[in-house]
């Protein structure tokens, strides 16, 4: 008998699991939990009254088009829905790198349309992305609950960078701010951070499990 004719018949032998059913009702409670986090955390640190001074049109624009790219990461992170295979490279590399730098241009694009109300480092507004982002991680995590043999680390960082693109979201609501020296260290640099636990991550939550001997 042949290698090939061993591995066909081992494969017979062994057949795959049927796929389990999602429960779309747990989905949405776990996704529900993510963004009641995220917004527990906005509250506590003073709610959107703290961007009181950015006026409203562009208050919506910026959060608008962070929103947007927050949607964009997401569906590039997460599998098709009817495909097996997980992303490819160049998608979870696109946004990995594109998402966070086009989070800051966009922020940024703003600046001198309206004098920032006051002027801050970027420490808290850093703090509150790094330290929120780890909800909607976990949310997207569970939705994409299958391994990766292909690239287990790049598929945690585009889901890091999702997470992290929503905490954004969140931090624009609350944040008025839109200096470059700002935005780079408040904004854009615990988005990179994110994208690089998101990937140390997922070398051990998407790799394969060992076959047994």
């Known amino acids: 008998m042949t290698l090939k004719d061993q591995v066909l018949a081992a494969a017979r032998a062994s057949p795959l699991a049927p796929r389990p059913q ?7 409670a776990i996704v529900g939990v993510a963004l009641a986090a995220l917004a527990v955390a906005l509250f506590i640190a003073g709610g959107p009254a703290h961007a009181a001074g950015r006026p409203t049109e562009i208050e919506l ?51 001198g349309s309206y004098a920032d109300p006051f002027i801050r480092t970027g420490l808290r507004c850093f703090a509150l992305t790094a330290l929120t982002a780890p909800w909607p991680f976990a949310a997207l995590v569970w939705l994409r609950h299958r391994p990766d043999p292909i690239h287990p680390a790049l598929t ?44 140390l991550a ?7 499990p060992r076959m047994p001997p």
Do not use: K, Q
């Open 22 to 28: 999602r429960n779309w009702w747990r989905d949405a």
């Open 156 to 199: 945690g960082g585009g889901l890091g960078t999702a997470a992290g693109a929503w905490s954004a979201v969140m931090v624009e609501l609350w944040c008025p701010l839109a200096s470059p020296d700002h935005v780079a260290l408040g904004h854009v640099a615990p988005l990179a951070l994110l994208v690089a636990a998101g990937a």
């Open 61 to 111: 624009w910026v959060i608008g088009g962070t929103a947007l790219l927050a949607i964009t990461a997401t569906l590039l992170a997460l599998p098709r829905s009817r495909s097996m295979l997980p992303r490819s490279r160049g998608e979870l590399i696109t946004a990995m790198t594109a998402v966070p730098l086009l989070i800051g241009l966009w922020i940024t694009v703003w600046h």
């Open 202 to 208: 997922g070398t051990r939550l998407f790799r394969p």
